[in-house]
Antibody, heavy 119, light 110 residues
Framework: EVQLVESGGGLVQPGGSLRLSCAAS????????MTWVRQAPGKGLEWVSS????????YYADSVKGRFTISRDNSKNTLNLHMNSLRAEDTAAYYC????????????WGKGTTVTVSS | QSVLTQPPSASGTPGQRVTISCSGG????????VYWYQQLPGTAPKLLIY???QRPSGVPDRFSGSKSGTSASLAINGLRSEDEAHYYC???????????FGGGTKLTVL
């Protein structure tokens, strides 16, 4: 069974940094694209970033471009999201999800980790 | 303002058929597949429909998806109380080079 477990969320001050991780199991990790999706409290889903299985193709939402960096370590079955210059509007539950390719369905999701940006 | 447009709410009584619409544009729904996700309260989204009209294993055949031009819809037949959830449509957008989601539809089973 494929499992995705996010970690690294917490409370951070505006302007601060945080690194989220997503540990994957039950799959050949390098064969799948991975995506981060976030959901602000009481709001809908917002795509954040996607990375191909090899790591060579990377995409970002305009709202995070230049501040967030997605990466993956296929030897450790881990996906990361480095978040810098955090703003109050980055407060959300962050989910990692796997897909066959970057442009195809996100078919398995983790339970999410919560990021709160506040002073 | 979401790139894909969904009604904010929908409702029905047990046993009824409900449809939820999703409107987009030529660079997303018009060119690519549509996906539907169900999010029960307090849980992560779950894939409900992929490639516009395909159901993953384990999803009841009460759920069906369709796409025409730049619009798509999700139909739920034989509505049940456990279907009460938020439903989101999604598609890859070639112009934005990213995923776009609808704002979500809260389905209430009366």
């Amino acid at each position: 069974e494929v499992q995705l477990v996010e970690s690294g969320g917490g409370l951070v001050q505006p302007g601060g940094s945080l690194r989220l991780s997503c540990a994957a199991s039950g799959l050949t990790f390098s064969s799948y694209a991975m995506t981060w999706v976030r959901q602000a409290p009481g709001k809908g889903l917002e795509w954040v970033s996607s990375i191909s299985g090899s790591g060579r193709s990377i995409y970002y939402a305009d709202s995070v471009k230049g501040r967030f960096t997605i990466s993956r370590d296929n030897s450790k079955n881990t996906l990361n999201l480095h978040m810098n210059s955090l703003r109050a509007e980055d407060t959300a539950a962050y989910y990692c999800a796997k897909g066959w390719t970057v442009t195809m369905e996100m078919d398995v999701w983790g339970k999410g980790t919560t990021v709160t940006v506040s002073s | 303002q979401s790139v894909l447009t969904q009604p904010p709410s929908a409702s029905g009584t047990p046993g009824q058929r409900v449809t939820i619409s999703c409107s987009g544009g030529s660079s997303n729904i018009g060119t690519n597949y549509v996906y539907w996700y169900q999010q029960l309260p307090g849980t992560a989204p779950k894939l409900l429909i992929y490639k516009s009209n395909q159901r993953p294993s384990g999803v009841p055949d009460r759920f069906s998806g369709s796409k025409s031009g730049t619009s798509a819809s999700l139909a739920i037949n034989g509505l049940r109380s456990e279907d009460e959830a938020h439903y989101y449509c999604a598609a890859w957008d070639d112009s934005l080079s990213g995923w776009v989601f609808g704002g979500g539809t809260k389905l209430t089973v009366l």
